[in-house]
């Protein structure tokens, strides 16, 4: 007979989930099927956590001695959707109304803001710094030590990358200013600044600082024009998007007219 | 004590799956631990679904009224394989011999002919139609609104993108033509068409319409030739590939000759 | 009533996890929530396998008859940490201590040695001889018959290719020799083989073989310089790396020194 990480003395089982007796969860919260909540989970009023998800995931010095280990803090805001498969580390603090699509990974000490969301399959490798409404598409990798400002967008398998002499330790994240997007499949070189407003395109591999509202395309990346310069197929110019947005998305900004 | 989004009343337990008492599930079916059958889900004979997945999921709409939720027909064809960790909106139709990899994801309102397959943390992002004998390989993006048509072959990391001007919410799909190939990590803009037979470099990156049989390579992609040029190692003409497989995959003018 | 993989005459249920009668896990191995273990397994001292697990996994051929179904021999050596979510396929042998993130799938006939660790999301095909102190990155894609030798780094989002005339049957997988690194999102084409300490950028499309020490970006790739030309931001030559490392990290010359 093995060895169990979750003994009856600490945990219980409900509805299907595996629940730590250290967690706090509201009443009005779904929990899904074989979702584990471990110690010192707070989940806040109204989330949905699907099934077979993670929520308070230990750090690796957890496996040195399991039954000694602390579990920091993991913060689940108000009206949040974490769809099933997911996983949230310990030490994760995240605002209001985040959703989540599937199997999403959000390692340790990692700070999100309010109304963010996060696609599925999509990896943040913890020490991160995120605003509020932020929008990471699927399959996004966010390497630690990265900040991201509001307004933020990044697409489909873009990466943050963080080590300049790869394998050598210092780590220097990226810093995705607000309004910017980074479309999908650019990769961003460690220690970069993507300024406000500007946009990479898809494919680009960005090797230096992007000034503010400028586009950058390619491999490597060069700087092309100013998104003012861009033009829609009506031939009406369209950024930086935030003037130009017309259907609602939720920005405080922006009035709900439906 | 928080709440169960499968409560006892519509759902049981069997052989250690949590399955709606709306499900129909064909007898001589395989269903794996842990997974989870949403209501109105049709899985018909002889099909293999692994262990962790969910079939049925419910869209976005779902999290408003949890309780009120029409959960739209999920069809699953004879003899199809779904491997573990999958999951499968609502309202989507999968033909007969669907074969997955493992954590797939398929969302809503999308249509899959007969006989094809999907591999390892393909991500399906709905409203798609998929003719018969495609193969999508491992992590695989299709965004919404794209058109597959029969035959057609995606190789790994592969996103077919569909906003022309993100993150505004008008979408474009991406049209694939029968028997064209696009390998490994390429990108395809926007509202593209990919030519019958044409073939999508590795790591291309496609910025214009592909017409028929032709090769298009590198970043920003360039029409470089016809397939018809290519040649493999013994200077043999290899492409349109329909006129040159040898070996038996399953194809309908082939004969099975072992 | 459908048909369930797991009969109770050759299954059973130990603290929440699935194991088959024919399965070897030493007594001081934990095993995770929902975890599943497939006839044939051994798992030895001091491993941590998460929840939600799938060890020895059958390959294609079970689908056929499942219950005539010959599980190869699975091993997962001493003091390994195997992270949620996870799938080893029947028939891979895993040296000691390895270390695995969330959700890898690792697929049948493969051989890793001892001290190597593989990030969440990756995929490794089968048919593979990886050697030790081999580190691959979160979501790397290794296609069958990859070589990949001691001291490799692979990072994420890279692709090692396998098919030189998809959808043509012939496979030849890429080698790569030992110390070299293939950066973020590179893509390596089929049968290839990258030289000792190598350097391959992020975003390179790899064409042609690479000679030992070299340095190729781009796409198409350019061999660039030699890894001896590269200096830090302090001017200081750093590489090849094994010469410059400075932090500890668990390499058989390094000293531990905390």
């Known amino acids: 007979m093995f060895l169990s990480p979750f003994p009856e003395k600490n945990y219980c089982r409900q509805n299907g989930a595996l629940v730590s007796l250290q967690a706090k969860i509201a009443s009005n919260a779904y929990?899904?099927?074989?979702?584990?909540?471990?110690?010192?989970?707070?989940?806040?009023?109204?989330?949905?956590?699907?099934?077979?998800?993670?929520?308070?995931?230990?750090?690796?010095?957890?496996?040195?001695?399991?039954?000694?280990?602390e579990f920091?803090?993991?913060?689940?805001?108000n009206g949040s959707i974490i769809r099933s498969h997911s996983i949230i580390y310990a030490g994760v603090e995240i605002g209001d109304n985040f959703q989540s699509g599937h199997r999403?990974?959000?390692?340790?000490?990692?700070?999100?803001?309010?109304?963010?969301s996060v696609g599925t399959l999509s990896d943040l490798q913890g020490k991160l710094v995120i605003g509020?409404?932020?929008?990471?598409?699927?399959?996004?990798?966010?390497?630690?030590?990265?900040?991201?400002?509001?307004?933020?967008w990044i697409y489909p398998y873009v990466v943050l990358t963080n080590a300049p002499y790869p394998p050598m330790g210092e780590l220097k994240g990226v810093t995705v200013k607000q309004f910017a997007q980074v479309c999908t499949s650019a990769v961003i070189l460690p220690g970069l600044t993507i300024g406000e407003n500007a946009l990479i395109?898809?494919?680009?591999?960005?090797?230096?600082d992007v000034l503010s509202e400028r586009v950058v395309l390619g491999n490597p990346g060069k700087d092309i024009c100013s998104?003012?310069?861009?033009?829609?197929?009506?031939?009406k110019q369209i950024y930086p998007w935030k003037d130009f947005?017309?259907?609602?998305?939720?920005?405080?900004?922006q009035k709900e007219e439906n």
């Open 104 to 116: 999403i990974t959000i390692r340790e000490l990692s700070k999100i803001g309010k109304d963010c």
């Open 227 to 235: 998104v003012r310069d861009l033009r829609n197929e009506k031939g």
């Open 31 to 69: 929990i899904g099927e074989g979702t584990i909540i471990y110690p010192n989970v707070n989940i806040a009023d109204g989330c949905h956590i699907g099934s077979h998800c993670i929520i308070g995931e230990p750090s690796a010095s957890y496996y040195e001695r399991p039954s000694d280990y």
């Open 132 to 152: 509020n409404h932020v929008r990471l598409h699927s399959n996004v990798h966010i390497g630690q030590m990265s900040i991201i400002d509001d307004y933020v």
């Open 245 to 253: 947005l017309s259907v609602y998305r939720g920005y405080p900004w």
């Open 201 to 208: 395109g898809a494919g680009a591999v960005v090797t230096k």
């Open 72 to 77: 920091k803090e993991t913060f689940i805001g």
